[in-house]
């Protein structure tokens, strides 16, 4: 079967084409985000398993998938392709934490870790600092919650950008200071605004 061109016809073609057609044309062929929906919309399971597990959609039928709140699609979705931001923040929102824990096993949420931020989840925050490291905003996000244990973990882990460098200094807790010394070593940029400050 050939590809549909027209967008409004592909998305007619998904809502009302039988089981066995759809499943033969969604196994060649990427789908328009308007069938995408309509897909989705039809709810069968085994229909959108089999279109996930070749192609992924963009980020408003990735919101649509995130509403249907099914954990087996979004599981799936995760490891085969992961959300485009604004799906990132929809799926953040759902404050999910076991949704929340695979997705950290198998991706970050780059452009999205500030929010991951603001859920304050220490354990799942603790999970992520072990495997990645936030954005430069994120960083300083993250001293800006003055929470001693999660900035050693972070600093124990991950080198900090200029900026987030600057505000651990801010933060005049010694302990901290000389503990990010000893395992990252202040960039030469603070170590030059650092004898600023002092002359």
């Not at 009302?16 to 759809?22: C, L």
């Not at 780059?110 to 799942?124: S, T």
Request: charged share 35%.
């Amino acid at each position: 079967m050939e590809k549909i061109k027209s967008a409004v016809n592909e998305a007619a073609f998904i809502q009302s084409a039988d089981r066995e057609t759809v499943k033969e044309y969604i196994s060649r062929h990427p789908l328009h985000i308007e069938a995408d929906i309509q897909l989705l919309e039809r709810g069968d399971k085994e229909l959108i398993k089999l279109y996930i597990s070749q192609f992924c959609f963009l980020s408003k039928a990735e919101i649509k998938l995130i509403e249907l709140k099914d954990k087996e699609l979004i599981k799936l979705y995760i490891s085969r392709c992961g959300f485009e931001d604004e799906a990132k923040i929809k799926f953040l929102e759902m404050k999910d934490v076991e949704l929340i824990k695979f997705y950290i096993s198998k991706r970050p949420f780059f452009k999205a870790d500030i929010k991951f931020l603001e859920l304050g989840n220490k354990e799942l925050i603790e999970l992520y600092i072990s495997k990645y490291r936030f954005e430069a905003e994120a960083e300083i996000k993250l001293i800006e919650l003055k929470d001693k244990e999660l900035i050693k973990l972070y600093i124990k882990n991950h080198r900090l950008r200029d900026d987030a460098e600057m505000k651990l200094l801010d933060l005049k807790d010694m302990e901290l200071i000389k503990m990010y010394a000893l395992y990252q070593g202040f960039s030469v940029s603070t170590q030059i605004n650092i004898c600023e400050l002092i002359v």
